[in-house]
């Protein structure tokens, strides 16, 4: 089965220092992996998307994440925190089944300080 | 439209009332998703549309839970005689392929429901 685990449920970081949150994967295969973030009674917005193509994904805002086959590891990282910043982010895989329905981490919720 | 619309954004029940959301997909999308978000919870699956075909409804939580797409463009998702464990955000999503084959999925505002 494939599944996602975020290993944070919260990180805080001051405005203007970088922006760690961690995501560790578990698949058979290469996997379909996006990171997704959620403001304050708001939908889901793609932040970045995972297809094979680069090991490297650059996304929206400043984001990025490396996926790391060898760590089974998709972390998103952004090199100085906004205080628009602040969200819930998940990580998300899509199943193999018939739906390719996305699989969500428990989420992580990112506080910026002035 | 240029986005997934979902209505009502809020709605409030009694318990045992039936409820109906809405969801109006971004126009042309061929794969329709509803997912359930419990409070502080990542969202988890509900059911599958490709056009109007309700092909995965694995993730509905019991048989009050029902969904429909008659035309293959707006979606109906029906709670029956709605429990208090029903309280959620349910989102709906669209993407424009019909395996969503790496394409992303369009999430709405989604709609609160508080069972009272």
């Known amino acids: 089965a494939q599944s996602v685990t975020q290993l944070d449920s919260h990180v805080s970081v001051s405005e203007g220092t970088p922006v760690l949150l961690r995501c560790n994967y578990s698949?058979?295969?290469?996997?379909?992996l996006f990171w997704y973030v959620q403001h304050p009674n708001k939908g889901l917005q793609l932040l970045l998307k995972?297809?094979?193509?680069?090991?490297l994904v650059k996304g929206i805002n400043g984001f990025e994440a490396e996926f790391k086959k060898s760590e089974t590891s998709f972390h998103l990282t952004k090199p100085s925190a906004h205080m628009s910043d602040a969200a819930e982010y998940f990580c998300?895989?899509?199943?193999?089944?018939?739906?390719?329905?996305?699989?969500f981490g428990s989420g992580t919720q990112l506080t910026v300080l002035p | 439209g240029a986005g997934v619309s979902q209505s009502p954004r809020y709605k409030v029940a009694k318990r045992g009332q039936d409820v109906a959301l809405r969801c109006d997909p971004i126009?042309?999308?061929?794969?329709l998703f509803w997912y359930q978000q419990a409070l502080g919870q990542g969202p988890e699956f509900l059911t599958y549309?490709?056009?109007?075909?309700?092909?995965?409804k694995s993730g509905l939580p019991s048989d009050r839970f029902f969904a429909e797409r008659p035309e293959g463009s707006v979606s109906t998702l029906k709670i029956q005689r709605t429990q208090q464990e029903d309280s959620a955000v349910y989102l709906c999503?669209?993407?424009?392929?019909?395996?969503?084959?790496?394409?992303?999925?369009?999430f709405g505002d989604g709609t609160r429901l508080s069972i009272l």
């Open positions: 999503a669209s993407s424009n392929r019909d395996r969503g084959d790496h394409q992303p999925q369009h």
């Open positions: 698949s058979s295969y290469s996997p379909s």
């Open positions: 995972y297809t094979s193509a680069a090991t």
């Open positions: 998300v895989v899509i199943l193999s089944g018939s739906a390719r329905q996305l699989t």
């Open positions: 126009s042309g999308h061929v794969s």
């Open positions: 549309f490709q056009n109007e075909a309700q092909l995965d």
